[in-house]
């Protein structure tokens, strides 16, 4: 299955990641990451993946009755092949809750994933999910998943009055509060760089971050990933279905 899954803590730089990864390929992008300077980056709403439709209107108070269901013809027209990037897939994918509506529309969302984003001569798409969470993700989206990407942002922190500094990662469970140098209270974060960590499978994944087994295929440190923050913003899936249930 076309299916990428990208982890890390807050701050580790997985979504500048998928932004930089849709640079790298010069193909149709739908995401609900804003892209700002790609113009084959569009933005997918919650109507291009669920559609509402009335099927009637209550007898007492006239208000409508809905159905929903997946919106397959918008996906079945956009010329392929094309790479899909959702962030914030815990939100909605959550095993806790997998028999949510809107969870279970999405995973069937997740199995019409390789029709999707096609597969030609031009090449073949992706699917990128993003999020912060492995084991709130719906198992299903879990077992799809032919590639795993683990990021952590490496960074100097820096305080803005003395300039005393040390190196810092996003795995760290907490920074200074206050510069042990000269008691300053404000801090900037440079010189980023991220160190990724590729596996074949969740399983594999799993395997290297709960059991210590060095089960990834791939380890390597990205320099440029400066160039890329601040080229994108995050939204919340909350906004993307934002009005689509308000009946």
Known sequence: ?????????????????????MGLIDRPVYTNINVYDLDYAHKITGEHIIKKT???????????????GLNEKFWRDIPKPIDIYLDEMHNYMDARRSTSRINVLLSNYMSMIRRIVGDNDDGVGDGYFIS?????LD??????AHQVRYHICHFIFQCRNCGWYMKAHSDMPELPKICPSCG????????????????????????????????????????DIQDFLGKYERLQ???MFKGLYDD
Do not use: C
């Not at 912060?132 to 709130?136: A, E, K, M, V």
């Not at 160190?195 to 089960?215: I, M, N, Q």
């Open 237 to 239: 899936w909350d906004d």
């Open 139 to 144: 198992r299903n989206l879990r077992q799809m």
């Open 184 to 223: 300053h209270v404000r801090f900037r974060k440079t010189r980023h760089k991220i160190e990724v960590f590729r596996f074949a499978s969740h399983e594999k994944y799993e395997f290297w971050k709960y059991r210590g087994l060095k089960t990834y295929y791939r380890h390597y440190i990205v320099n």
């Open 1 to 21: 299955m076309p299916v990428k899954i990208f982890y890390g803590n807050v701050g580790s730089g997985k979504t500048a990641m998928a932004r930089r990864e």
């Open 54 to 68: 009335i099927i009637g209107h209550k007898k007492r108070s006239g208000h409508p009755i809905y159905k929903y």
């Open 132 to 136: 912060q969470f492995d084991n709130r």
